[in-house]
């Protein structure tokens, strides 16, 4: 096989099960004409499998020579990678991802939505798992990260559940009245970047500095 695939594996493990799905479905698609080749060739017609009528390699070939399972594949993929994205997201190590993962979701139900026709059929299915995952963190990694506050447009129904799940953090770790009154008024200021988030400094870095260490160079 190796012949007519350039010397490339077509098996590849992934971190996870899901993982390996996509890499494993995305090779055979990236291999579609050196499949095809394989099967076409004089070679294999000449072999034992080749002169089969029935059995594995007649159905494989089949499946490889027609169209219909290579646009069944791309359709997968078109909602498989988004998601993919996301997971590699939460299993790197590279950044702290509490602040990304409300975004990358979103971007993810919006790039599949876009280029998959069956979007409608999966929506309910990723929003379902999604509030079972998320939690109110999220929603205050998303608000808290200046990356997200002011680099990017969003509707008022993502700042509103935002600000609520930051407020209900707020309210839960702040037992004391005055000090939950000057977390909240310190949101205000943040979103409106007033007061210490309007210094030179604070515009400057906001855009390459990580969420955590950016909050930690304010508050200096």
Same mark, same amino acid.
Request: without cysteine; aromatic residues 12%.
């Given at each position: ?22 890499l494993?479905?995305q ?18 017609r ?6 089969e ?5 007649? *159905? ?8 219909? $399972?290579?646009?069944?594949? /791309?359709? #997968? +993929? ?22 990304f ?16 026709r ?12 999604w ?16 990356q997200?506050?002011?680099?990017? *447009? ?8 935002? $600000?609520?799940?930051?407020? /209900?953090? #707020? +309210? ?7 000090d ?6 310190s ?18 870095v ?15």
């Open positions: 096989m190796k012949k007519y695939t350039g010397g490339r594996e077509i098996v590849r493990p992934g971190v996870t099960q899901f993982a390996t799905q996509f494993q479905l090779a055979i698609v990236q291999q579609k004409q050196g499949l095809r080749n394989m099967f076409n060739s004089e070679e294999f000449r072999s034992k499998f080749g002169r009528k029935n059995g594995l390699a007649y *159905e494989a070939r089949q499946i490889i020579i027609g169209s219909d $399972f290579w646009s069944k594949a /791309n359709d #997968i +993929l078109k909602v498989y990678e988004p998601l993919v994205k996301v997971l590699r997201l939460v299993d790197g190590d590279e950044k702290p991802t509490m602040g993962i409300y975004e990358a979701v979103d971007r993810a139900k919006q790039s599949i939505q876009k280029t998959s069956y979007y409608s059929q999966y929506q309910e299915i990723i929003d379902k798992r509030r079972f995952m998320h939690s109110d963190l999220h929603s205050a990694g998303y608000f808290l990260n200046p997200f506050q002011y680099g990017v *447009e969003h509707g008022s129904d993502v700042y509103q559940e935002t $600000f609520e799940g930051t407020k /209900n953090v #707020i +309210l839960r770790l702040e037992r004391n009245m005055d939950q009154i000057k977390a909240l008024n949101l205000v200021l943040f979103k409106d970047k007033d007061e210490t988030f309007a210094t030179p400094q604070a515009q400057r906001w855009s390459r500095m990580n969420p955590g260490k950016y909050n930690f160079f304010i508050s200096l």
